[in-house]
C-alpha cells in the first residue's frame, strides 16, 4: 500500500517491531506516489497545497492507517513546529514551501532485521546478506 500523511507515528504501524527507512524526495517524485496513494491528511490547507503542487483533485480524508512490511509512507514535513493547536491555511503553508519548510518524505516499512543485515553487509557471503535482505522485505522479525 501506498499512504499519504502530514505526519508519522509508530501508531501508524500495524505491529511492532518494524524498521522504518526515511529519505527526503523531490517534488516530482512525490506528486508521483501522490497519485497512486491512500490519502489520510486531515488538514485543508495541506490538501490545497498537494493539489496546487501536483495537479490533483484530493479532498480531506482524516483516517487511520497501519502500514505494514512493504508499505510506503509518504509524509508532507514541516521543518518547523507550529503553537499548539495552529492550523495553517492554504496561503500559509504555500509561503512555508516557498520559504523551503515544507519538505516531502518517503518512509518505507520493512520487517525488524535490518540492523542484523547492516552488521551483515561486508561480513557474510552473498547467500546469507540475500537471505536477511529477503526477510526485511518479507517481514519474518526473528
Excluded: W
Excluded at 505491529?15 to 506528486?31: Q, R, T, W
Excluded at 509518504?74 to 496561503?91: A, D, F, H, Q, S
Excluded at 519548510?101 to 551483515?120: P, Q
Aim: net charge negative; proline share 1%.
Amino acid at each position: 500500500m501506498i499512504y499519504l500523511t502530514n505526519g508519522f507515528s509508530p501508531a501508524m504501524l500495524s505491529s511492532l517491531p518494524l524498521d522504518v527507512e526515511f529519505s527526503l524526495i523531490n517534488d516530482k517524485e512525490f506528486c508521483e506516489a501522490v497519485k497512486h496513494s491512500i490519502n489520510s491528511i486531515g488538514h485543508q490547507g495541506t490538501i490545497d497545497l498537494i493539489n496546487k503542487l501536483c495537479g490533483t483533485t484530493l479532498a480531506m480524508n482524516r483516517i487511520s492507517i497501519s502500514a505494514s512490511v512493504g508499505d510506503e509512507i509518504y509524509i508532507v514535513l514541516l521543518t518547523t513546529r507550529l503553537e499548539e493547536g495552529r492550523v495553517l491555511n492554504k496561503e500559509e503553508i504555500t509561503k512555508m514551501y516557498e520559504d523551503g519548510k515544507v519538505k516531502f518524505v518517503r518512509a518505507m516499512v520493512y520487517g525488524a532485521v535490518l540492523a542484523e543485515l547492516s552488521k551483515c553487509e561486508g561480513v557474510c557471503d552473498e547467500t546469507e546478506y540475500d537471505m536477511l535482505s529477503y526477510k526485511a522485505k518479507r517481514g519474518d522479525n526473528e
